[in-house]
């Protein structure tokens, strides 16, 4: 059986009508499919300034039909993502999470710190990982989800502030060939390249959409496109571990 995923990344939700509506799009979108998805994963920058009432929106937003797993990105703060989001006790510790659905493992790490933009895997989380790919079945394929891509993309504005040290992970997928493949966010683009000799899916933002070097750099916010629509992945796992990966753009009603 198929295992499809639904990804999206960066709804930078900060109390206005624009990031609210663009989320709204996306997850009305998602719940209307004719198709039961195993899981819609959100990869971090959930909300643009971690505040209380920014959780309380993203929690009423990206409610669905579908089972849902939300990560933080650097724009997150771990107390208030843990009470006001998933309604945990707050802690200061990595977010990391697992779902084990029918025919798959998604291992979900926080690589945020505190207070800086740039990602890192904090050894409290490597291990973490560790145990979670020890603790499945080797025939059981692993996707592995963060927010920060752990190569350059090309992309001088996120490139600076790209995860940080990742040779721990690598050293993971080494010991792992069930890990199929690695998740991410955090650059407002779809990509697509490899990582650790797996394939590194990079999800599109919703907020907005990053301008590649050699796109013209125009206006106030010269590094995005703000007229571009949201859009999503949806990574299609077999069960021999075979990914396929499709993006698609969603309307914004009104935009």
Same mark, same amino acid.
């Given at each position: ?8 990344s ?7 009508p624009r990031?609210?509506e663009?989320t709204r799009?996306v997850?009305r979108y998602?719940?209307?499919l004719?198709y039961?998805l195993d ?18 929106q993203a929690r009423e937003?990206l ?6 797993l939300?990560g ?7 107390a208030?993502f ?9 802690s200061s510790?990595?977010v990391d ?5 029918e025919? *798959?493992?998604?291992?979900l ?9 740039e990602?890192?895997?904090e050894?409290?989380t490597?291990?973490?990982l ?13 996707l592995?989800?963060f ?10 504005y996120?490139d600076?502030i790209r995860?940080?040290d990742p040779e ?12 199929v493949? *690695? ?7 779809a990509?697509?390249t490899t990582?650790?000799?797996?394939p ?5 933002g919703?907020?907005?959409?990053l301008?590649l070097?050699?796109?013209p ?16 992945? *949806? ?6 571990g075979?990914?396929?990966?499709? *993006? ?5 009603p009104?935009?």
């Open positions: 059986m198929t295992v499809v995923i639904a990804h999206l960066d709804t930078h939700l900060d109390g206005g990031s609210a663009r799009a997850l998602l719940d209307g004719p039961d899981l819609v994963l959100v990869t971090g920058d959930v909300a643009d300034h971690a505040t209380p009432e920014e959780y309380a937003l409610a669905s039909r579908h089972p849902v939300i933080p990105g650097n724009h997150d703060g771990r208030a843990r009470r006001h989001l998933l309604g945990l006790p707050e510790a990595p999470q697992v779902h084990r659905g025919g *798959f493992v998604l291992a790490c926080d690589s945020s710190v505190p207070g800086r933009h990602g890192r895997l050894p409290a490597v291990d973490w560790a145990g979670v790919l020890a603790e499945t079945p080797a025939e059981l394929p692993v592995v989800a927010h920060h891509p752990p190569v350059e993309l090309h992309t001088p996120v600076p995860l940080l721990p992970l690598a050293a993971l997928a080494t010991r792992h060939p069930n890990l493949a *690695f998740l991410c966010g955090h650059a407002h683009t990509a697509a990582f650790a000799g797996r590194l899916l990079v999800a599109p919703v907020v907005s959409t301008r070097p050699w796109e750099q125009e206006g106030p916010e010269h590094h995005v496109h703000l007229d571009l629509p949201p859009a999503v992945a *949806f990574h299609l796992l077999e069960p021999d075979r990914l396929t990966t499709h *993006f698609r753009a969603v309307p914004v009104g935009s």
